[in-house]
């Protein structure tokens, strides 16, 4: 009598076969929240950086609206200035960066936060000629406004903002 051999797989063919599932399921769900991670990475990183460009593009279009010739007053982190045509907003402005909150607020208005407190530190700096530019015997023409800081999601991005108001304008003694 012929002996027939049974069909299907042994115990150690079972085995081998579900350690080499596990391993190539174990090496697909690494690669799957590999991506996922990238995805949210990559979102927070678009959100914070449109942020952030939304309020320097309003700090740039606030700059530049100072009226020419008129004073700008200046203390750590805050600058007060005149702004011109436009009857619906006050003609006083301030542009204030609070970086012990880490937010910058015009006119007491929050205009973006979530800025990070250190590394690098947030400064808003007035830059003023070297050279008396208006005739007037003083060097306190402004060149440029300068504000400088990164956000606490996105702490290895630092975003910097020159900018130059339109017209001739001086810094207060």
Same mark, same amino acid.
């Not at 208005?109 to 530190?121: E, K, M």
């Given at each position: 009598? !012929?002996? =027939? ?8 063919? $079972? ?6 599932? #596990?391993? &190539? ?10 991506? +996922? ?7 927070? $990183? ?16 606030? *700059? !530049? +609206?100072? &009226? ?15 702004? $011109? #045509?436009?009857?619906? =907003? ?5 542009? +204030? ?14 205009? /973006?936060? #979530? =800025? ?7 400064? /808003?700096? &007035? ?14 023409? *402004? ?17 910097? !903002?020159? =900018? ?6 001086? /810094?207060?003694?």
């Amino acid at each position: 009598m !012929k002996r =027939i051999a049974p069909r299907g797989f042994t115990l150690l063919e $079972s085995i081998v076969s579900l350690v080499i599932l #596990g391993l &190539v399921g174990s090496a697909f769900a690494y690669y799957l929240a590999w991506g +996922a991670q990238g995805y949210v990475t990559s979102r927070e $990183s678009t959100q914070g950086s449109l942020a952030a460009q939304i309020a320097l593009e309003r700090l740039s279009f606030e *700059i !530049k +609206a100072i &009226v020419p010739r008129t004073t700008v007053s200046a203390a750590t982190n805050q600058i007060t200035y005149e702004t $011109s #045509g436009n009857p619906n =907003i006050p003609a006083t402005r301030t542009l +204030a960066l609070d970086a012990a909150n880490g937010r910058i607020t015009l006119d007491g208005n929050l205009l /973006l936060d #979530g =800025i990070a407190t250190s590394n690098p530190t947030p400064t /808003l700096t &007035v830059n003023t000629y070297t050279t008396d530019v208006s005739g007037d015997g003083a060097t306190n023409d *402004i060149e440029s406004i300068v504000l400088n800081f990164s956000l606490a999601a996105l702490p290895s991005m630092v975003f910097t !903002k020159e =900018i130059h108001p339109r017209g001739l304008v001086t /810094l207060s003694p």
